[in-house]
């Protein structure tokens, strides 16, 4: 089967679309922190043991960009900071129960919306899409072939 020359668009087109009923399903809970620091507390949740440096790193920002962001989301009580019970010169980053909370909350109201659009969909259209991003995700994780070496390493 031949790819239609505008598949790239219309993956391109529905990632948007996506995008947008989950920024929609977001946008209308009253929030006090930003998309970014909801970002923040997203990768802390699904990176443990996670310190200022290696918060840096998954945002790609400087560790004093991570450690303000840290500061606001501490002072409205959705992070804190505690000291490794390994290594007590490390300080890692965790959610507070009102942080896990809220990214639960969002998380439902998110899987809502895009049921909302699936139920607007006929069955057998879901079931093909469910493959159809089986498949893609499969693909995207494979590894590429390499160009050439990386000469861009960062250095801490």
């Keep these: 089967m031949e ?5 790239a668009a219309a993956v391109e087109a529905a990632a948007e679309a996506l995008i947008g009923v989950l920024d929609s399903a977001t946008s209308r809970h009253n929030l006090s922190v930003s998309p970014t620091q909801l970002r923040v507390l997203s990768l802390i ?9 290696r918060l840096a790193e998954l945002l790609d920002v400087v560790p004093s960009s991570a450690s303000r962001l840290c500061d606001r989301l501490e002072a409205v009580g959705l992070l804190r900071r505690a000291a490794d019970p390994r290594d007590r010169r490390e300080v890692r980053l965790l959610p507070t129960n009102a ?22 969909m006929p069955n057998r259209v879901q079931h093909e899409l469910l493959l159809a991003l089986l498949a893609f995700g499969q693909a995207a994780t494979m590894t590429a072939p390499q160009s050439g070496s990386d000469s861009t390493a960062r250095s801490a």
């Design 45 to 53: 949740m699904s990176h443990p043991d996670t310190n200022v440096n």
């Design 3 to 7: 790819r239609p020359p505008n598949l």
């Design 99 to 120: 942080a896990e909370s809220l990214l639960r909350e969002l998380q439902e109201r998110r899987h809502r919306a895009v049921q909302a659009v699936l139920d607007r």
